[in-house]
């Protein structure tokens, strides 16, 4: 079955730096979604790609979509504390009717 | 955005008794809800897909007599946990999205059941 992996799961970052988090599923999807979920929160959406190479902003977090539909990053430049949770990439595939398949998470702590 | 609001969000309850949490589209219409369990700092785990005046759709490995899934109308769905056991604890979370193209979850504000 469809399989979505992310890494890493847990990372580190001082305030002020740059980090990335990867996001790769093991068939082609018809987009990919992210979500962030705060200590003790529920996932809230973020941002939906959809198209191939598709690279999207947000403020600090720039969002792509691998060409081949099958991978996803989101980077975060000049880290902030209330960047602190965890992001959640989730799949979509054509059959799937609408499920998401969700990674592991990337549980983000940021340290002054 | 679109609001799922979620009831309870907390619920403590005695082994062997059963729960049910509520799921509600607040100022959209949803054919379909997704119910998912979290462990402590894992990812959200699927359990059911619930579809408004049908049977809902388990995934593999979840017991749909354990919980049941009832989705009556565009607007509700609920989860009842059938004669909880202390291993039924867990963050229970719904969400529901507009449908069509527009695949984007809302999610409640999940359930914590602590079951004593």
């Known amino acids: 079955g469809q399989q979505v992996m992310q890494i890493p799961q847990y990372q580190h970052v001082q305030e002020g730096e740059d980090f990335t988090t990867y996001c790769n599923s093991s068939t082609t999807l018809s987009n990919i979604q992210w979500y962030k979920q705060r200590p003790g929160g529920h996932p809230v959406f973020l941002i939906q790609?959809?198209?191939?190479?598709e690279v999207k902003k947000q403020k600090r977090l720039t969002f792509q979509f691998g060409e081949a539909k099958k991978n996803s990053s989101l980077h975060i430049t000049a880290t902030q504390t209330t960047d602190v949770g965890t992001y959640f990439c989730a799949g979509v595939t054509t059959d799937s009717w609408g499920k998401l398949q969700f990674g592991a998470g990337t549980q983000v702590v940021v340290t002054p | 955005g679109a609001v799922v609001s979620q009831h309870p969000s907390r619920v403590i309850c005695k082994s062997g008794t059963s729960v049910k949490i509520e799921c509600r589209s607040l100022?959209?219409?949803?054919?379909?809800m997704f119910w998912y369990r979290q462990f402590p700092k894992q990812s959200l785990m699927l359990m059911a897909t619930s579809n408004e005046g049908s049977k809902a759709t388990y995934e593999q490995g979840v017991e749909k007599d354990k919980f049941l899934i009832n989705h009556a109308s565009l607007t509700l769905s609920t989860l009842t946990v059938t004669s909880a056991h202390p291993e039924d604890s867990s963050f229970y979370i719904c969400?529901?999205?507009?449908?069509?193209?527009?695949?984007?979850?809302?999610f409640g504000q999940g359930t914590r059941l602590t079951v004593v």
């Open positions: 100022d959209f219409q949803a054919t379909t």
């Open positions: 969400s529901a999205s507009r449908g069509g193209s527009m695949t984007e979850a809302f």
């Open positions: 790609l959809v198209k191939s190479g």
